[in-house]
């Protein structure tokens, strides 16, 4: 490539739409343009990193036994309406309909096409199990797409879905691709971490996710500072102290005149929001649920969803109150609560005399103790868990941070099969359910997650094995004879050697070239100039690291093919 023809426009100021790094740069270093809110256009540069991050993950899905298709993008809405998912994706499915007025949408994920086809032409248990994935571009309505790539309404995926006779051959497969992710990324040079996570509206039991550890990121991963222990925090947990030997007291009413709030209440009475319980009141698709939770706490609205078995709920606001004139809003405690379901977090069994709502006004109750002054019927695990809580699986403590999320991993079980009737013929002749997996990978959100995690002040850092180009030969005067013909020279060598040069022969100022060099990234920087011809020495330029070197001319091709593969091995 010279840059003197290559389509890269680059940009002085980042523009006011971009809010993040990977946002800004790529649009700065001429990489995408915007075409609509979520919609970006891929130019050169932009493109030769897709294709490299594609390259990476075709090696290793083939590496794993799986088998590359391309299923369409168009997909017809009874495939949907079969496995039930036509209405629960909401607006956020892309919809549209032909000109016979038949509904279609355009491809969120593919496990209802990808179902039906395998349905179809694999029905003996002597064609599984069976992995088959693509690279193709998705579409998702997102209420504000935001972010550039991280956030779009339009994205390329990834997609592998696997088929399979029994739960032993599923999580073979599942295993082996959460190894071949593992490799993925770390070829990416991506730092990462594997967590537990829940699995939405794609379904199944288990699920893994694979998240960049970035600032810029949407999701918040807790881990263990001792052992491995990892997961999204709309899963995460800890472990629960043991009860305190606390000699349990008697209930008594105080007075709390206008304190509703844990704050205002546990200042009133000069105790820690630890000892307080809140109940939390709930309008949910069946009525009303009372939530127990420890006053410092959170509920996790992922958590309680699954409890209750569906999204379509919410705190009561409002006018709502109105309509339960039993219900005292600041005040709502446990004791005597009658009429509503109860779901307490499990960590309200760990505390001994509590404070609750008295349920009348300007009142709460002390000294509450579970199975003494009330009973709970459901326990689950509905709190947030955060940073300085015990690791649910050692003695070590919990850490947080921000990630990004570039791909997941299901076992589905037969969600898939059993809504569409997918069966096989397994070895006596009965008809079974294929056993499902998916696997997901954000090959555009790739791409803007490690810029997220590697850039500074000039620009992009790119990791050699997906950077556009490995080598940018600066030239400084490529109108100068010398300077151009050595130039030429070494990139038409490092060519033959293997390595993947840009030139830039551009008739443009030093400090352009230069500022250019460290916005788009390129690993490995080789700058000819005046003083390389006066001194006989090229000079080479790690671009993450700042390390400078010099080679003499005529070991220049073999010096800089020698960084690049030292770039390479890490």
Same mark, same amino acid.
Request: avoid cysteine.
């Given at each position: 490539m010279r840059l003197s023809t290559?389509? @890269?426009?680059?940009?002085k100021e980042s523009p006011a739409e971009a809010e993040v790094v990977s946002h800004k740069l790529l649009l700065r270093a001429g990489m995408i343009r915007k075409v609509a809110a979520g919609i970006y256009t891929f130019l050169p540069l932009g493109n030769r990193t897709l294709k490299k991050i594609e390259r990476i993950i075709r090696e290793e899905m083939n590496g794993v036994g799986a088998q590359e298709i391309l299923m369409s993008a168009l997909q017809p809405?009874?495939?949907? #309406?079969?496995?039930?998912?036509?209405?629960?994706?909401?607006?956020?499915?892309m919809r549209l309909k032909d000109r016979h007025d038949r509904d279609f949408a355009l491809g969120p994920t593919h496990e209802e096409l990808v179902t039906d086809l395998v349905m179809k032409e694999a029905r003996s248990y002597r064609q599984l199990p069976l992995s088959l994935y693509q690279i193709q571009v998705k579409f998702r309505d997102e209420i504000r797409p935001r972010f550039g790539l991280l956030r779009g309404r339009e994205f390329i995926m990834k997609d592998a879905y696997s088929?399979?006779?029994? #739960?032993?051959s599923l999580e073979a497969t599942y295993n082996d691709m959460y190894t071949a992710y593992s490799r993925i990324f770390k070829r990416c040079g991506l730092e990462f971490r594997a967590v537990d996570a829940a699995t939405g509206l794609i379904g199944g039991?288990?699920?893994q996710e694979f998240m960049v550890l970035a600032e810029a990121g949407e999701d918040t991963v807790v881990y263990c500072d001792t052992c491995d222990y990892a997961a999204n925090l709309e899963v995460a947990t800890s472990r629960l102290a043991e009860p305190p030997e606390e000699e349990l007291k008697s209930a008594g009413e105080v007075e709390t005149p206008g304190r509703k709030s844990i704050e205002e209440v546990s200042s009133f009475l000069n105790i820690m929001p630890e000892k307080l319980v809140k109940t939390l009141i709930y309008k949910y698709d069946d009525g009303l649920v009372a939530?127990?939770?420890r006053g410092d706490r959170d509920v996790n609205g992922d958590k309680l969803a699954t409890v209750l078995g569906t999204t379509n709920f919410h705190l009561l606001a409002g006018d709502e109150w109105g309509e339960h004139p039993d219900l005292i809003q600041g005040y709502v405690g446990p004791v005597g609560l009658n009429g509503v379901r109860i779901i307490a977090d499990t960590e309200v069994a760990t505390i001994r005399n509590f404070v609750v709502g008295a349920n009348k006004g300007d009142a709460h109750l002390v000294n509450v103790n579970v199975d003494v002054d009330f009973t709970v019927e459901e326990w689950a695990d509905i709190r947030v868990a955060k940073e300085g809580d015990p690791c649910p699986e050692c003695e070590g403590t919990l850490k947080s941070a921000k990630g990004i999320e570039v791909g997941q991993i299901f076992q589905l079980g037969t969600k898939y099969s059993d809504a569409m009737? @997918? @069966?096989f013929i397994d070895e006596n002749g009965e008809q079974k359910p294929y056993i499902m997996g998916c696997y997901g990978i954000g090959v555009s959100r790739l791409m803007a997650a490690a810029i997220e995690q590697h850039n500074d002040e000039q620009g992009i850092l790119w990791p050699i094995a997906i950077a556009p180009s490995e080598v940018e030969v600066v030239v400084l005067n490529y109108d100068r004879d010398e300077q151009r013909e050595l130039a030429d020279a070494i990139y038409r060598g490092l060519?033959?050697?293997?390595?993947?040069?840009?030139?830039?022969?551009?008739?443009e100022s030093a400090g352009k070239k230069f500022a250019d060099a460290d916005l788009i990234g390129i690993p490995l920087q080789v700058v000819i100039g005046a003083r390389t011809i006066k001194s006989g020495n090229v000079e080479l330029k790690v671009r993450a690291t700042g390390e400078r070197r010099e080679a003499p001319l005529d070991k220049a091709i073999e010096a800089i093919a020698d960084v690049v593969q030292e770039l390479r091995e890490g």
């Open positions: 290559l389509f @890269a426009p680059t940009l809405s009874d495939l949907w #309406m079969r496995s039930g998912r036509w209405e629960q994706y909401g607006p956020e499915m088929f399979h006779p029994t #739960m032993d039991n288990v699920s939530v127990l939770i009737g @997918a @069966a060519i033959e050697r293997g390595v993947e040069p840009v030139l830039d022969d551009r008739i």
